[in-house]
């Protein structure tokens, strides 16, 4: 044994979880492998948080079967927002998975892997792979069980790493060529309130923004009613840290929003954007929304509309509601509005957002713009504006973790292309 591979689907805190994981199995020697056959060790880090996603794990599931019947030594887990308290129901349900790790909680998997694995390499590899962003993760679990969310029962209450902690983590991966670092939690401005002497996510930043080496900083998600003016205030004056902040509404419906248990109205929610927008004029601000809420009518959804389109958000997520077991709304909410009428809905959002975008991106058409090389994709490298665009362009040279000017040669909804501004912003070599 001394393969694995690792399938994952989700949020970025499940992608942090899975780069945890294999870095994990990588110091027992393991090596990761991207063809699921080759493995000898599968891990499926799943989502539950939409019922589409969910479906796309049960199919993942339901495609190994046969591969475990081939193979019945290969051990196959299941990890993430699937895995629950009821072990014994999901063995019942799932009998050809070994391995049922609740989130981050890979002690059993790692126990077994020691006693039965054969290590490819005696090397140990580094505390952390090495690229030119990072997930990192600051606080887990989320107190604030809105009525549709799955995750405060699957990742449980909030959790905070102590400041220092996660200092020595960014300064280990800044020396290690990390530009750019984003801090993951289900609700990241809930930071702190658990650890003495309540350090704010504020501070945190403070502390971060001198790390040599380190360009960028950006975080995820936000929740709108735990929100600080201190914290708008050091995305606005600290220079490291990114001009854009995730800040999801869910809907413009003040009925709606109670039924959904967000803890503030639509009025506080758009005093919050103005305000933001006041102290950072540059701001790029994400939003997510659910459309066919239980109960909400075509009037409710028209305010979520017109919310939309007098904001003019960068990016918006939307997603058709979905009932996830377990949750207060499946509970006590019948799923009533037609699936018709949400999947009309969320296609209205869908083409209101494609306008918005192509007309905003259009404004950058000619301009230079500093963007971080995230990667390559197909003949270009792949990067990203401090406003979170997504910017593409051709070179030759090595371009990975540089800073670039680049001017902008074409836009779209969904992404920019252009060219380096001039030679001298690349490394020549």
């Known amino acids: 044994m001394n393969r694995f591979y690792i399938w994952t689907i989700g949020c970025q805190m499940n992608k942090s979880d899975s780069e945890r994981l294999a870095l994990e199995l990588g110091q027992l020697g393991l090596q990761q492998v991207q063809v699921v056959e080759e493995a000898d060790i599968i891990v499926l880090n799943s ?3 939409r019922q589409n996603a969910e479906d796309k794990v049960l199919n993942k599931l339901s495609n190994l079967k046969a591969l475990k019947r081939k193979y019945p030594e290969t051990i196959l887990a299941l990890t993430g927002c699937m895995v629950d308290s009821n072990i014994d129901d999901m063995k019942e349900r799932f009998p050809h998975i ?3 790790l609740k989130p981050r909680n890979f002690d059993d998997l790692l126990t077994h892997t020691k006693k039965h694995s054969t290590p490819l390499t005696q090397t140990i590899p580094s505390t ?5 962003t990072a997930f990192v993760p600051i606080i887990q679990g989320c107190n604030n069980f809105c009525s549709y969310c799955i995750v405060p029962y699957r990742r449980g209450r909030e959790k905070s790493r102590p400041m220092g902690e996660i200092v020595d983590d960014i300064q280990q991966l800044a020396g290690e060529g990390t530009r750019e670092i984003t801090l993951l939690g289900q609700n990241v401005d809930s930071y702190g309130n658990d ?11 403070q502390e971060l ?3 040599d080496n380190l360009a960028r900083i950006r975080f995820l998600t936000s929740h709108p009613k735990d929100m600080s003016q201190k914290l708008i205030e050091a995305i606005a004056f600290l220079e490291k840290v990114c001009e854009h902040i995730s800040l999801p509404a869910q809907s413009g419906d003040n009925e709606t929003l109670a039924a959904m248990r967000r803890g503030s109205t639509i009025e506080q929610y758009t005093e919050l954007v103005d305000r933001i927008r006041a102290t950072i004029p540059d701001v790029a601000l994400s939003n997510d ?3 066919g809420f239980p109960n909400e009518t075509q ?26 077991p377990g949750t207060i709304a499946a509970r006590k909410l019948e799923d009533n509005v037609a699936p018709e009428d949400k999947q009309s809905r969320l296609r209205q959002v869908e083409e209101l957002q494609e306008r918005i975008s192509t007309n905003k991106n259009q404004l950058l058409l000619g301009h230079t713009v500093e963007v971080l090389v995230e990667g390559h994709k197909g003949e270009r490298w ?3 504006t401090r406003s979170d665009k997504l910017v593409f362009f051709e070179h030759e040279n090595d371009c990975l973790g540089q800073l670039v000017q680049v001017r902008i040669d074409h836009t779209g909804p969904w992404s920019l292309r252009g060219s380096p501004a001039m030679e001298s912003n690349l490394n020549v070599g």
Do not use: M, W
């Open 299 to 324: 009037d409710q959804f028209q305010r979520t509309f017109d919310l939309l389109e007098k904001y003019q958000f960068d990016t918006v997520h939307v997603a058709a509601y979905s009932p996830r």
């Open 128 to 132: 952390h792979s090495q690229s030119a």
């Open 382 to 384: 792949q990067s990203r």
């Open 209 to 211: 923004n001198q790390i």
């Open 195 to 205: 650890l003495p002497g309540k350090p704010d996510l504020a501070d945190l930043l």
């Open 47 to 49: 989502c539950a948080v």
């Open 289 to 291: 929304i659910i459309v």
């Open 98 to 100: 070994d391995f049922f």
